[in-house]
């Protein structure tokens, strides 16, 4: 039975997808759990939303790279918020533009242990209690990087093939409960990203010069949509990008 204010799980909720998917869903009345590294964000956007929305908001800081940190995390939100429906893993990042022989260890690890032994470890955490609900969707964040892969990006097309195949093999996996399992696959949006991959603002600045992208909203949207749909219906994979961007290749600047 679908809750009437599902509780929902979101990592990477400090900027970004994860902050917009925190506003849009706490306005649609969804209670939330919040977690990233940077507590302080998490805790202002609790405040604020639990004034805004009247929705319950539990923050809390999570390494997702961290198995116990993780497991401390989830089992912490479970118990302040009585339960948990809607596992969002959406924790992730790109680091470094390398060509696959010069990819230093420091970013390997990064993205490896992130994007996808960070999205191992929220779900294996986290599936017990949407189980023990007997209704849940999780959600994974790939990308366009999942699907078409790129000079410099080898490592981080990678994970975000792997996400993919992550989100197959759980669709497999529970088929038959309650729970569905969707895959929302940006391309180019602008939020934090890339400022984290290429260490500068101005080289981020630079990235989105010209181009119309996506906003974190946009993203947010597509996931509000798939978990809004009636229960029978699942979108397995949402491969959404701006109008300026025809492939991974082929964007439209504008002078
Ligand atoms: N923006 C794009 O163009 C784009 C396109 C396709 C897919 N994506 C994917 O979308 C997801 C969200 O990215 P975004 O664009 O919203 O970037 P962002 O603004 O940089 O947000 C990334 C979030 O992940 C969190 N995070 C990173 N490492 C973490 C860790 N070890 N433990 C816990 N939290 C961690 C960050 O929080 P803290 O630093 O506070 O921990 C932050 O909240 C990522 O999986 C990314 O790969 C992005």
Redesign the pocket.
Known sequence: MRPEHPIVLI??????????MARLLAAQGCHLAL????LD??EALATELTQAHGVKVFAGQ?????TASVNAFVAAAAGSLGGLHVLIA?????SGTFKMWETPDEDLE?MM???VE?VVKTIRAGLPHLRKAGWGHIFF?????GHQPYEGGSV?CAS?FGVKAMAHSLRLEVNGEQIRVTSV????????????RLKSDDKAKAVYQGVQ??K?YD?AECVRWCLMLPDHVNIDEMLVKCTDQASVHKLHRRA
């Open positions: 990592t990477g909720a400090s900027s970004g997808f994860g902050e917009a977690g990233a590294r940077r964000r998490l999570v390494d997702t790279r961290d959406n924790a992730g990042l790109a990064a242990r992130t994007n960070g964040i790939g990308s366009t990087a981080y975000k696959d940006p391309g180019m949006a602008e939020t934090e990203f890339s400022n984290v992208p996506l974190a993203v």
